[in-house]
């Protein structure tokens, strides 16, 4: 599989925007998809799960991932920052891979606010 290694020198990137589309990449950052409107697949490694409203899609450092939008338009939120903002949790950032890269129904848990 052909992926694109990207050296991300920001602490912190963040967008609103409307595709989510593009070669399968990695870097060191963790990205982070909030779905507002509409759905894309979500791909980390060889895992894959559909982004819908209110789910939160995560790839961990390291993870080559990838988007393919599944619907004519979406809104998202679209957050990728450097573990080491947080380097408390450096151990879990560096080990740690989820069983799926999609959290379904986020925003439907009334303890969860964005």
Known sequence: MYF????????????????LT?????????????MYEGQSKGVADDKEGVITPDSLYIAMPNQIHWYSDTAEQHRHALVILSPTLCPEFSGIFKSFVPESPVLNNIGKDPTVRF
């Open 4 to 19: 694109e290694v990207q050296n991300k020198t920001m602490l912190l990137e963040s967008n609103i925007g409307h595709h």
């Open 22 to 34: 593009g070669a399968p990449h990695v870097h060191h950052h963790i990205e982070i998809v909030l």
